[in-house]
């Protein structure tokens, strides 16, 4: 049973490029969170995507932007990156009927420059 | 919105010895507290949750409580292992809402 996975690993951009990443949820999940984690913090709720629709939001510019794909999987783009969205982006899914439980992916560190 | 705070921010016990780590919530219809485990440069890994309609929940040595009243919840490690060493991480769920708000995180440090 594949848990959550995501790619790249690591990533390392310049100021003002985009990227994008992606996740594919554990088999059997619906539902798609990604999270940003600062060095030392707690992960920071992104959004969350369901029905290939995002269904909340936290409170991230409109530079954070999402997709969700049939198949589940989901991708984050940033657009004109900050050196401050430096950090790990980990994707959590859980099936929506018991949206509750969540199960994190390994993270992509981006690193902007 | 939903705020939870963590403390302490550090934690160092001897091997064998009790942890607790503690964290309050703002958001009184919050329904769902997990707790993670991150260990470094690895995932945050769910070990133990609990509903808003229980007060307690036991696996193994480790045991969470949750007082709706006082709107805060534990995590209590028994006979604590050097393994158990990593960030312990508190969350609450927003009720009516999708949102998980997590902690700062704990660092326990277990001293052989």
């Known amino acids: 049973d594949a848990g959550v996975t995501q790619s790249p690993t690591h990533l390392i951009k310049t100021r003002g490029q985009q990227v994008t990443l992606r996740c594919s949820p554990k088999?059997?999940?619906?539902?798609v969170s990604w999270y940003q984690q600062a060095l030392g913090q707690g992960p920071q709720f992104i959004f969350q995507?369901?029905?290939?629709?995002?269904?909340q939001r936290g409170n991230f510019p409109d530079r954070f932007s999402g997709h969700q794909f049939p198949n589940y999987s989901s991708e984050l783009n940033v657009n004109a990156l900050l050196l401050g969205d430096s950090a790990l982006y980990l994707c959590?899914?859980?099936?929506?009927?018991?949206?509750?439980?969540?199960?994190f992916g390994p993270g992509t560190r981006l690193t902007v420059l | 919105g939903e705020n939870v705070e963590q403390h302490p921010s550090t934690l160092s016990v001897q091997e064998g010895d009790s942890a607790v780590i503690k964290c309050t919530y703002s958001?009184?219809?919050?329904?769902?507290f997990p707790w993670y485990k991150q260990e470094l440069g690895k995932r945050p890994q769910l070990i133990i949750d609990?509903?808003?309609?229980?007060g307690e929940k036991k696996d193994q040595r480790i045991a969470v409580t949750l007082n709706k009243t006082a709107k805060h919840f534990s995590l209590h490690i028994t006979e604590t292992q050097p393994e158990d060493s990593a960030v312990y991480f508190c969350?609450?769920?927003?009720?009516?809402?999708?949102?998980?708000?997590f902690g700062a995180g704990t660092r326990l440090f277990v001293k052989a």
């Open positions: 969350a609450a769920k927003e009720a009516g809402g999708f949102k998980t708000i």
């Open positions: 609990i509903r808003s309609n229980v």
């Open positions: 088999s059997g999940h619906d539902t």
């Open positions: 995507y369901y029905e290939e629709e995002e269904r």
């Open positions: 959590a899914s859980s099936r929506d009927r018991a949206t509750d439980t969540q199960y």
């Open positions: 958001d009184s219809a919050s329904n769902y």
